[in-house]
């Protein structure tokens, strides 16, 4: 016990400041790198507005077009269903809430455990589905590499730990505790290293994609 204890502490204090410091420097290099790059200025006369394309773009493209629905239902459905979980057992669980306030200074009102823990459920069905989808689907394994699957098991593994050590399933305690927040500084390291930084990147290539459309004057 006084084993899981210490490797508790050790991951609450050591291990995350590393991390979350690896993750903060990471983060603000590769943003850096890429608002660098710039954009060529365009000589063409400008047809139209930028910013309110810009927006309708990052706005219609979070929803599925017919067409990708109709080619990719489960990509689609277990995108949203992981999606939608992942941020309700992220940003809506009281200790992870907690957890938030002492790291940044504030907090927000959560949900209560069970809806939380549904939540989670959801998420991991999603990733499963996604997995089983990418490893069946033709298309989806050609076009898959390492660095996906890596991607995938960085992100399933803070929601299976989270789940185990929730539920109690893991004995001792601390030590399924701290294999969660282990799994979750994992996560940080190679956060801005891998694909997992389109969650910064998405949406400010979303907007550029429109921001031109409207610029030129054509539908976004």
Known sequence: MNDAMDFLLWARGTAFDVALTIFIIGVIIRLFEILSLGRPRSLAEPKGNQLLPGMKSVISRTLPDNGTFKRQPLTVIAGYLFHIGLLISLLLFIPH????????????PGLPNPIVD???VIA????LAALWNRLTNPVMKLLSDKEDYL?????????????LAYHRMIE???LALGLHILSIELLL???PFTKLMHTFTLFLARWYNGAMSGFRGVQS
């Open 97 to 108: 809430i907690e957890l938030f306030n002492a790291t940044v200074g504030f907090g927000w």
């Open 118 to 120: 549904a939540a989670t």
């Open 124 to 127: 991991i069905t999603g990733l």
């Open 151 to 163: 991607v995938w098991l960085l992100t399933f593994l803070p929601l299976l730990t989270g789940y």
């Open 172 to 174: 001792p305690y601390p």
């Open 189 to 191: 390291i190679l956060f």
